[in-house]
């Protein structure tokens, strides 16, 4: 006789689940089924709105009840606990019952571990009080428990770094934190959604290295969460993919991307940013120019509070932006990419040479400064957090036109030729007619970044600033935004600083890029020649990470 074969850890089955709108109810996911087995990665991926996080929240009835409903369906949990197997229908279970299985039997890592983690409380305290919660250790054993967690996930220096807070950590260690907390009790399930999304590439790959080997000591499912098929290939062994609330195709993970079926399937994998950059002509007029820009912030000590050394966050840095040309700023965070931005535009001090259009603006007042304003302008990573949430997306994009009296020769000071500036702003950024009139949570990520560019290019700059303008983006829509950007730049001459961790993007809208590593410039040149023949071991494991390539 040959064994049954063992029951899957979890089962989702025909799983439904509906908001309460208005006193409308619409439905966000259509009978969703899918098992996850000891051991095993599935992968859930789609673009935003699929219902891909609402599915994974539904496990624990971690949604916003009872706004959310469930109509239909049901989610199995098989769990060993003292060496019996326990079945729970996890929509069924009491509160009691879901308050033991959360961060027990299964744990949850978020996307954004800054919002995720206590502002108030340090690292020591968020980690040792799910163990005494769940685990009922005392305060010593805790701790003892905590350095271990910390050193396993790759904190450096973890004993120091227990008495950190939050905002004292860098990106890649605040998710490596949540990891630790996460798996604090050794899980049975760890579901991780877009664990990665805001993540450097060199980090993102430390982290799927991790979680991967520490799956693998422990024995744990893990059900992931992304639109990044990069990730999907090489940590999952089988994928569902979703859209509309819907499963559309599943399988193993190279069947699905080797001979996808379905066309929404088809139309993912082919959505990477693609083109060529604009090449800017040599004789084109300088717009932005930087000799040697230095930003270092003094670090003071004792009672009088002296200078004793300084944190060098753009240490040397020049470069020349002309007219139609993209210059791209790559490295990981705290690199000094934004600092140097932040410098350029005069929005913090620093030293060294800058100049905008011919004329020196390093020394010049902020009151000097205010006429150029609407020349250089700045397109941020978060499209929501930039957004006011109490103005209208016509609002926003009229706003800095209250300011300025004149914009590429129409008089903004006259409401109707405003107005006609804002509608024509909004049809070229291709947003719908009535934008104007709605707010920035009745849009998706990537309209609420075409508002965001909405606002920057309706001045008319000629100089532009994107910064990580893509990162929260899901692939399809990243794409949309850089053919957008190229657009405006051929039809408008603009001269755009790139910022970006993300190499493929870079790829598709730089001619030049500059590399920075702590501050410094490691490798600086033409984009083909950064790419196809990069000199320093710095850049070929940023170009590594993101494109899995093996260069030599």
């Known amino acids: 006789m040959t064994d049954a074969p063992s029951k899957p850890l979890l089962e989702v089955k025909d799983l439904q689940v509906a908001f309460k709108v208005e006193k409308e109810i619409k439905p966000a996911v259509h009978g969703v089924s899918f098992s996850i087995a000891r051991g095993e990665t599935l992968a859930l991926v789609g673009e935003s709105g699929s219902g891909k996080s609402v599915s994974a929240l539904s496990i624990l009835k971690l949604l916003p009840y009872p706004a959310a409903s469930h109509p239909g369906g049901s989610i199995l949990f098989r769990s060993d606990v003292g060496g019996d197997e326990e079945e729970l229908d996890l929509l069924e279970a009491s509160e009691a019952q879901l308050t033991k299985i959360r961060g027990s039997r299964i744990s949850m890592i978020f996307q954004e571990p800054m919002t995720s983690l206590n502002p108030l409380h340090t690292v020591e305290k968020q980690i040792s009080e799910v163990l005494q919660v769940h685990q009922g250790l005392r305060r010593e054993a805790a701790r ?51 664990p990665t999304t805001a993540l450097d590439v060199t980090v993102q790959a430390q982290i799927l290295k991790l979680l991967k080997d520490l799956q693998d000591e422990m024995g744990m499912a893990l059900l992931l969460i992304t639109h990044d098929l990069g990730v999907v290939r090489h940590v999952a062994d089988r994928v569902c993919v979703m859209t509309e609330g819907r499963i559309v195709e599943r399988g193993a993970t190279a069947e699905i991307f080797d001979n996808p079926s379905h066309a929404y399937t088809k139309r993912l994998l082919a959505a990477e940013p693609k083109g060529e950059p604009l090449r800017p002509n040599d004789s084109a007029p300088i717009v932005m120019q930087a000799q040697d820009v230095k930003v270092w912030f003094p670090v003071k000590h004792g009672f009088l509070r002296r200078t004793r050394d300084h944190v060098k966050a753009v240490d040397g840095i020049s470069f020349t932006a002309r007219e139609g040309e993209t210059i791209g700023i790559v490295g990981e965070s705290g ?85 006609a500036l804002v509608d024509a702003m909004i049809a070229e950024v291709g947003l719908p007619p009535d934008t104007a009139a709605r707010y920035p949570h009745e849009f998706s990520g990537g309209q ?15 100089f532009v600033m994107l910064d990580e303008p893509t990162s929260a983006l899901d692939m399809s829509v990243q794409a949309q935004i850089v053919d957008l950007l190229r657009d405006l730049q051929a039809r408008y001459g603009l001269a755009y600083m790139f910022i970006s961790h993300d190499l493929k993007v870079v790829r598709a809208l730089a ?42």
């Open 144 to 194: 003892a428990r905590t350095l271990e967690l910390l050193e396993k996930v790759g904190i450096p220096d973890a004993a120091a770094r227990m008495k950190s807070w939050p905002h004292q950590l860098s990106g890649g260690q605040r998710q490596r934190v949540m990891i630790a907390i996460a798996l604090a009790n050794n899980p049975d399930l760890l579901i991780a959604d877009e």
């Open 335 to 419: 690199s000094g990419k934004t600092t140097l931005g932040r410098a350029l535009l005069r929005l913090i001090s620093s030293e060294g040479a800058i100049s905008f259009r011919g004329a020196s603006i390093e020394d010049q007042s902020w009151k000097d400064l205010r006429p150029l304003r609407k020349e250089m302008q700045i397109v941020f990573q978060d499209p929501f957090g930039s957004l006011s949430p109490r103005m209208t997306a016509g609002q926003i994009i009229e706003e800095g036109l209250l300011i300025h009296d004149e914009v590429a020769g129409i008089d903004a000071g006259d409401p109707a030729a405003r107005r």
């Open 448 to 462: 609420r970044q075409r508002i965001a560019i909405a606002r920057a290019m309706v001045l008319r700059p000629k």
């Open 511 to 552: 001619s030049e890029v500059i590399v920075m590593k702590d501050g410094r410039v490691v490798e600086q040149g033409p984009a083909e020649q950064i790419f196809e023949n990069p000199q320093t071991d710095y850049t070929r494991a940023l170009i590594s990470a993101a494109f899995d390539l093996s260069v030599a």
